[in-house]
């Protein structure tokens, strides 16, 4: 898409660099604490449950900071711009709507969030009419109730309300 | 050769009404997925992992590793037409592949790229055949430090072999042996890493972080790159076929060289990538028409695609002989094994004859099977690829959905799905690598295990994986493919150097 080009701005590769570096130092740091409060050391009757993920975590927090240390210092070899500003709001349009529609399976279940999140996507982002958008995302997800709940005989999740409770499945 | 008489019994297995049903499916469904942006071998397989709980373990592993032959073919296509690698091995095939389709020689393309694929995967198959059961026999005397070994090879070999920054390498693969450590300690029966959420009990597993750091990350990818696909139109007519089946023999040489570099990388975790690029360098230094190669040479479709394929179907020889996955996609059909009751490793061998001899027959016959369908389905195929993105990418993050969801039967899965979609694309563009994180995870607790039953053997004397010379070996091994990187840059052009 053509904006995208244009847009040599956005989001620097250094900075994200930095951010990922940072955090992952961090996950490191929590296992290493974790770890060391379940008992990282030799115990009579062999190494203690911490043992093994202590090294793990050690290990994290050495290579982070590595990392970190070059995103700081170093010269950065890959693109400057990690993702550009119109790219990174196509992203989030698949983003946003995505975590909403995981927050739809939570309430009314997959297959009534999932007819939903395909019209909305197709009909928002693919200039779709409402009509057809609709009629794929039910068709979709009927296809996808028949295979599973009736023929293969695995349950989905149906949400905390159930609203699909009357067919009995 | 108790190996051809077993290998008849295999194909006495696989050719069951039901197994080549299974076999034509999974091939179909195969090639559908490795051509779908979003969906590939693995999450493809990790997706479709629970529908086949209920069916005889011998019929699963058939339809599944049909699929992932399937999807070897699949990333041929989009490769060629499309210029799209759909797996990273597919990417040098895309070098001369998208040029001929550009020059109108697209049948040509993809019937060289295919005929190449099955002469590797099928060369690789009679190798798997004679040697499998050889690695297995050997591996029969292994205790806990030979295998902590061996998988600590297959971890370093990701960095010696690796071509990003080893510290992210490392961090990556570090990450997925934390996430494996969640949850409850196998030995001391201790929570480690919960904080207390009981949810966290049960601990990551890797077909939903594989539905999301392949799926979701990939999708994510895509739509930062734009909705639309430029694709070259293919026609496959059976003139097409037989012209480039007359011109193929000239390539020979290219090809032979391929299936060795295939077969000798495949069984090294990671190597399908490396393989199919030098099997490309290789035949581009010596063809005499090197000049020209990127330019549309059938030569330089033979020879990374035959390489990738071989190297392909050798990556499941350590995962059924050792339990070692060497690749992603193995490591779901190693989590498909556990999940029907069956261990791989060498004694998989002694008890599963038929499980093990079926899949090896299906080999060769899912290959023979794929090539048929992928050369009489390939407009077919590309036409999925023409259906708008904005039909299919909801599509896909749907059925990824319920592929995270079917896993455990847990809501939190969902979530973590798609925060695991965040961490690939994150992690993708800033070149952490995702195969070494996935196998950590996998391959996690069983490490662990070993480790610490060898650290108890010798009451935490590390020498233990130095106390013979097997061992010893693949331990030196390990350590120098872990530190090759360094070496290679702290002492370039000198006498081969001893590891500490």
Redesign the interface.
């Known amino acids: ?1 053509s904006d ?1 080009v244009q847009s040599e701005r956005g989001l620097s ?1 250094r900075t ?2 930095i951010v ?1 570096a940072a955090t ?1 130092f961090m ?2 740091a ?2 290493v604490f ?2 060391f409060r ?1 008992g990282a050391r ?1 115990a009579s009757d ?8 202590f090294y ?2 050690v ?2 927090c050495g ?2 900071a ?2 970190l240390l ?1 995103a700081i210092v170093g010269k950065h070899a ?1 693109p400057p711009v ?2 550009a500003w119109g ?2 709001k ?2 989030m ?3 946003v709507p ?2 909403v ?2 927050l739809g ?2 309430v009314i279940g ?1 297959y009534l969030a ?1 007819a939903a ?2 019209a909305v ?2 009909y928002w ?4 009419s409402m009509l057809v958008a609709v009629l ?1 995302g039910v068709s ?2 009927t296809f ?1 109730f028949l295979m ?1 709940e009736v023929w ?1 005989k ?4 149906k949400g905390l309300l159930d609203p699909l409770g009357f067919l009995g499945y | 050769m108790a190996e051809l008489s077993a290998l008849f019994h295999g194909f006495a297995v696989a050719l069951s009404p039901l197994n080549v049903a299974l076999m034509f499916l999974g091939i179909l469904l195969g090639v559908v997925i490795g051509v779908l942006p979003g969906l590939g071998g693995a999450n493809g397989i990790a997706i479709l992992l629970p529908l086949t709980f209920s069916m005889p373990p011998t019929s699963a592993i058939i339809m599944l590793s049909c699929i992932y032959w399937g999807a070897l073919f699949g990333g041929a296509i989009t490769s060629v037409l499309f210029n799209i690698p759909g797996e990273p091995w597919s990417v040098a095939t895309t070098f001369d592949g998208y040029p001929m389709a550009q020059q109108g020689r697209a049948g040509e393309a993809l019937t060289g790229a295919f005929t190449s694929s099955f002469i590797g995967a099928l060369f690789a198959v009679i190798i798997f055949t004679f040697l499998a059961p050889l690695v297995a026999g050997f591996a029969l005397q292994f205790g806990p430090p030979e295998f902590f070994s061996v998988y600590l090879l297959t971890f370093c070999s990701f960095v010696g072999l690796g071509r990003g920054s080893p510290f992210k390498i490392v961090a990556a693969m570090m990450i997925g042996f934390a996430l494996a450590a969640v949850g409850i300690d196998t030995v001391t029966g201790q929570l480690r890493l919960t904080f207390g959420f009981a949810e966290m009990m049960r601990g990551f597993d890797f077909l939903v972080a594989v539905i999301g750091l392949f799926g979701i990350g990939e999708i994510l990818q895509s739509m930062e790159e734009g909705l639309a696909f430029q694709g070259k139109s293919a026609k496959i007519n059976p003139r097409v076929v037989l012209e480039t089946w007359a011109k193929l023999p000239r390539y020979w040489a290219s090809s032979f060289r391929a299936c060795l570099i295939g077969c000798a990388m495949g069984i090294v975790p990671g190597g399908a990538t490396p393989a199919s690029f030098m099997s490309y360098g290789v035949a581009k230094r010596v063809s005499r028409d090197g000049n020209k190669f990127g330019a549309g040479q059938l030569e330089g479709v033979v020879a990374p695609e035959t390489a990738a394929h071989a190297a392909g179907t050798s990556a499941l020889l350590p995962m059924l002989t050792l339990g070692v996955p060497g690749s992603p996609t193995a490591a779901v059909l190693l989590g498909g094994l556990l999940i029907w009751g069956l261990q791989p490793g060498p004694l998989l061998f002694v008890e599963q004859k038929d499980f093990v001899w079926g899949l090896i027959a299906s080999m060769y016959l899912g290959n023979i099977a794929g090539l048929i369908v992928v050369l009489t389905c390939v407009p077919f195929f590309a036409a999925i690829l023409r259906v708008p993105f904005s039909i299919i990418a909801p599509i896909i993050i749907v059925i990824c959905s319920i592929g995270a969801y079917t896993v455990h039967n847990a809501m939190m899965d969902i979530w973590l799905m798609l925060l695991f979609g965040v961490v690939g694309y994150t992690f993708k563009k800033l070149d952490y690598p995702l195969a070494p994180l996935v196998l950590a995870l996998v391959l996690g607790d069983r490490a662990e295990d070993s480790f610490r039953q060898s650290m108890l053997m010798s009451q935490g004397d590390v020498r233990i994986f130095f106390s013979n010379v097997l061992v010893g070996g693949i331990t030196t091994l390990a350590l120098v493919l872990l530190l090759w990187p360094l070496l290679v840059r702290v002492l370039p052009r000198t006498r081969q150097p001893q590891p500490g």
Do not use: N
């Open positions: 898409m995208g590769t994200v660099e990922v992952v996950l490191g929590v296992v974790d770890s379940l030799w062999g190494p203690e449950a911490g043992y093994f993920p793990i975590g290990i994290i290579c982070a590595m990392v070059h890959g990690f993702v790219a990174l196509r992203v349009q698949v983003l995505a975590a529609y995981v399976i939570q997959i999932g999140y395909i996507f197709m982002l693919g200039r779709y794929v979709v997800m996808f599973f293969f695995v349950p989905l999740y």
